[in-house]
């Protein structure tokens, strides 16, 4: 622990705490500096999971729970405006995709925060028009820029000074296990399927429905093909219903949410990661890290790769087909070795101890 940091007090900012890789990013470097004398409250939207107020606790990091940013927003910043207090932080540190943190880090700047961090976690944003709107205004709020990837900073801050964050993780956690793998094939009554896994929110950046259609493709040269969809989202129950009224409803596999996703990769035998846009794609490290192929569309930044078996395909209609025979060819392997695909130097980049040097930087 770093005695010169008890004094600092830092607010991290984001509108909500659901299982997704932006909270597990949050909690990681959380984890960090607290071990490293910062105190770190986070202000965190509804939903906010269970899991992370319990890590908080045992982690002795404070935490402040808003009102949902949708549909209740004015509710979401009141509180917000009321609780942030220069006296209490010396920094606020506030998470998100677009302009739209603009309004947050405008009641930090009232609120006299001078140190105020917009950290990027996407290369798109649901809505361009207020984004666009906003830019110019959030070029004067904040005073550091950081992102989870080159493409991520680009999008937010353009030619604008930031500075890349990689989103770290424990490697040794994704590895490969085998009795994890033949426990949970078993509790899904699946035996010699050939799994493609897919983990993420569902919804329309994430793209699974053309995962679907690249399953419906598949199938056409063998049968023994699930897809297992690990996640949830906004999406979830109108994707689901859609699903059970096609031809494939008993080849995909809803399996919701979890909060031990190293123990699924496991479970795969191939991961696909159709997003239409993406700031990173964590999930995609992960489970190169658990030693499995993955096909993943051109929206994917490169950065994520750390193994030999990575395929970059284009999303259009008329590429289901390359989409299903590069699975396939991973697929056809009689004995996939899931072992030794890594990358030593790759996988380095993203030790947590390299990137909370560069994210304390920013704080000091």
């Known amino acids: 622990m770093n005695k010169k940091n008890n004094d600092i007090s830092i607010a991290m900012i984001a509108s ?66 009321k609780l942030l207090n220069k006296r209490k932080f010396n920094i606020v540190h506030v998470h998100g995709n677009s302009s739209i943190i603009s309004i947050d880090l405008l009641i930090a700047t009232v609120k006299g925060i001078k140190i105020r961090i917009a950290h990027c976690h996407n290369s798109e944003c649901t809505n361009v028009t207020v984004h666009k709107l906003l830019l110019p205004i959030f070029n004067h709020l904040y005073t550091s820029g950081v992102a989870c990837s080159q493409k991520a900073g680009k999008w937010l801050f353009g030619s604008r000074p930031y500075k890349v964050v990689l989103n770290s993780f424990d490697a040794n956690r994704f590895r490969y ?40 493709e598949i199938c056409k040269y063998r049968d023994d093909v699930r897809l297992l969809l690990v996640g949830i989202g906004p999406d979830y129950n109108q994707f689901q219903e859609q699903v059970s009224k096609s031809d494939f409803k008993d080849k995909v596999i809803f399996y919701g949410e979890t909060q031990t996703p190293e123990k699924l990769y496991s479970v795969f035998d191939v991961f696909a990661f159709p997003s239409k846009f993406e700031g990173f794609g964590m999930v995609m490290t992960e489970a190169q890290a658990s030693g499995l192929p993955c096909v993943a569309s051109t929206a994917v930044p490169k950065d994520v790769v750390i193994s030999d078996q990575v395929v970059f395909l284009p999303i259009g209609e008329q590429d289901i087909s390359r989409w299903a025979q590069a699975i396939l060819a991973f697929l056809d392997e009689d004995k996939p070795d899931r072992t030794g695909h890594c990358d030593p130097d790759k996988v380095k980049r993203f030790d947590i101890e390299e990137n909370i040097k560069i994210l304390e930087t920013c704080y000091e």
């Open 16 to 81: 909500s705490l659901s299982i997704n890789g932006i909270s597990e990013v949050i909690m990681t470097y959380s984890r960090c500096l607290v071990r490293d004398g910062y105190k770190v409250t986070i202000f965190a939207g509804q939903p906010v999971n269970d899991k992370y107020i319990e890590d908080c606790k045992r982690l002795n990091v404070n935490i402040i729970q808003l009102p949902a940013r949708k549909p209740t927003m004015f509710q979401y910043y009141m509180r917000m405006f």
């Open 177 to 216: 296990d085998d009795f994890e793998r033949n426990k949970i094939r078993n509790q899904l009554r699946l035996t010699d399927e050939k799994i493609i896994g897919h983990v993420g929110r569902i919804n329309s950046q994430k793209n699974q429905e053309y995962l679907v259609k690249v399953l419906k």
